[in-house]
């Protein structure tokens, strides 16, 4: 990786304002990144991912019910820790700090009705300063990608943008046929030649003239359609571990790894 750029000195926008409409059994009342794996928010085990390789400036992008994003932050030391209050004064005593998380955390209000690239538009016409280089993801998805080996691949090419390209199992079930009978059945194919977006992107600067911050500017249109169109956007291939969170079996999956100790993206 080129010694000029460090990984913390790259902010990572963290998008976290949609609805949730698909999984509205849990996010009825707090918005999805904030559904817990193992008793945290899956917000944070993105962000220990992050983490992980040196990445430690985050700009969370808030809308629906992001109060209870605000909350859990403003109160992280005191749920982390053992204190003292002295009720009269209101005074606060930390005795310890029982957590390794030397994070920035901005928590950016970018809209209620706003769409992802509008979302990505505004925070960082606000947060991103004079980085050159910032990363993108949503706060729904865990992965064991190498995230280093990421960001490295993209500062040696000389496009806009990387996404993570990934080969997630089909969700229904392949029949491999000879006329009319069945000769192998695989419940959950991979594609192995049909890669998608995993989520986890890195960005030039430059990449901002593609967004706009009307609300309706969706992140996986427009500016992603028309900076691949410009022959500005790679991909960096990741063979292992990914899992989104958008329904209730995506829940069920993610704490039973969780729970038996065998969660890939465990850092």
Not at 182 to 200: L, S, T
């Amino acid at each position: 990786m080129s010694s000029e750029v460090s990984p913390a000195k790259v902010p990572i926008f963290i998008l976290c304002g949609g609805f949730g409409t698909r999984f509205r059994e849990q996010t009825e009342f707090r918005p999805k990144p904030m559904i817990e794996i193992g008793g945290r928010p899956i917000l944070w085990h993105i962000m220990r991912t992050y983490a992980k390789y040196g990445f430690c400036r985050f700009v969370v992008c808030l809308g629906y019910r992001g109060k209870v994003i605000r909350e859990y932050f403003l109160h992280y030391a005191s749920m982390n820790s053992d204190f003292t209050v002295g009720l009269a004064s209101n005074e606060l005593t930390t005795h310890t700090i029982d957590h390794t998380d030397d994070w920035s955390v901005t928590l950016a209000e970018t809209g209620l009705e706003t769409m992802t690239g509008a979302r990505i538009a505004r925070a960082t016409a606000k947060y991103l300063g004079d980085a050159e280089h910032f990363g993108v993801t949503y706060g729904d998805g865990v992965t064991d990608a190498d995230l280093a080996k990421e960001f490295a691949f993209h500062l040696q090419h000389e496009r806009l943008g990387t996404v993570l390209g990934v080969n997630p199992p089909s969700r229904f079930g392949e029949l491999q046929l000879n006329g009319d009978e069945v000769v192998a059945f695989d419940e959950k194919p991979e594609f192995h030649e049909k890669w998608i977006n995993g989520g986890f992107m890195f960005f030039r600067r430059g990449f901002r003239e593609y967004l706009s911050d009307a609300t309706d500017c969706v992140l996986e249109r427009t500016p992603l359609v028309s900076l691949a169109d410009d022959g500005q956007l790679s991909l960096f291939r990741h063979h292992g571990f990914w899992h989104c969170m958008d329904t209730q079996r995506d829940y069920d999956d993610l704490n039973r790894l969780w729970r038996e100790g065998t969660a890939p993206w465990k850092c």
